[in-house]
């Protein structure tokens, strides 16, 4: 049964110059969206009772209170589920936050990125620190109590002394959640071909990255990117990370059910033109393995050797045994009641260790 939805909303007021995620400074056509949206969830969801609900973008809180609600009654689900919305801060009103908190979403994910008005113009951000400030307290004024903020580390003229005072600063504006990620420069973001000066190299990054941990010791670090006061867990996010199903809809949406992972059109007038059109890949077994390895190790948790034995009929020490020899002694995985996690060092080389795992 799939009791997770994650929904794509792709509209943007224009663009950061470091986002080369799918999304459009297009919002005319929001309302052909939505009825597109509507065609593609009444033709696949099978109206199961959802336990996480997460609306991404893009930008969601762009469209309206009632624009949303046109969405959401669409779907099953009631006041245990989670229900998460990404929103930018700087269009944010108190009585916005009060509709939407109206409609059953009781989680919100604010795009901070800095609290430097300086990094934030020169990445294309539109809001200003005080807009972030002010979105915080208007939705704990609107009666939120999980409210996340999204930073990231290594931006131009970036500093760790600076990047620490940010994530001082999240945690005294009372935040249950925070995410950080690292900057990258991919191909079809605006940096891609006007790389910025002053950015941070892979080993200031790996430095602030290691002071974010200290910085944030009185939260969990329950996952690579993601820090959480007690009980404030992402539960949509874990989702993925425990490789279990979910549906996506919506332009560029990825989905996974019953083995298969699938993905939505990523051209918005196509999407627009046929919303049934799915792209989908059957994973082989060793493939689910592989995944099951690489999302484990994403949690602080890590794997569990006892599950993964049993849900794919393996000796997983025995069958990985140099490589877990090799990085236990290397001081970059530990071992675990139940398994194997990744230490801090082994955090910031994951990818060369998780490589080590694909066949």
Sequence with gaps: MTESVYIHIPFCRQKCKYCSFVSFAHPEFIEKYIEALEKEIKYFYKGERLKTLYIGGGTPSLLTAKQL????????????????????????????LKEIKNLSINRLSIGCQSFDGRILEEIGRKHSPQDVENAVKFAFEAGFENVSLDFIYGLPNQT???????LKHAKELGVQHIS???????????????????????????????????????????????????GFYSRHNLNYWNNTHYYGFGTAAHGYENNTRYSNQT?????????????????????????????????????????????????????????????????HLERTEYGCKLTVKGILVSNMILSEFLD
Excluded at 160 to 166: A, G, H, K, P, Q
Excluded at 192 to 219: C, G, R, V, W
């Design 69 to 96: 609600e046109k969405i959401l009654t669409l779907l099953n689900f009631d006041s245990k589920t989670e229900v998460t919305m990404e929103l930018n801060p700087e269009h944010l009103t108190e009585d916005y």
């Design 160 to 166: 760790i002394e600076s990047f620490t005072s940010d």
């Design 267 to 331: 051209n918005l007038k196509a999407y627009l033109s046929d919303p049934l059109k799915k792209f989908e890949h059957s994973l082989t077994a060793q493939e689910r393995l592989e995944e099951e390895i690489f999302l484990g190790f994403r949690r602080k948790s890590g794997v569990n050797f006892g599950l993964i034995n049993k849900k794919f009929n393996i000796n997983f020490e025995q069958k990985y045994s140099k490589i877990l020899d090799k990085y236990i002694s290397s001081g």
């Design 180 to 230: 950080l990620y690292g900057l990258k420069i991919e191909e079809g973001c605006y940096f891609y071909n006007h790389p910025p000066k002053n950015i941070a190299d892979e080993d200031l990054q790996a430095d602030m990255y290691l002071k974010a941990i200290e910085t944030l010791s009185d939260f969990e670090h329950y996952e690579i990117s993601n820090f959480a006061q007690e």
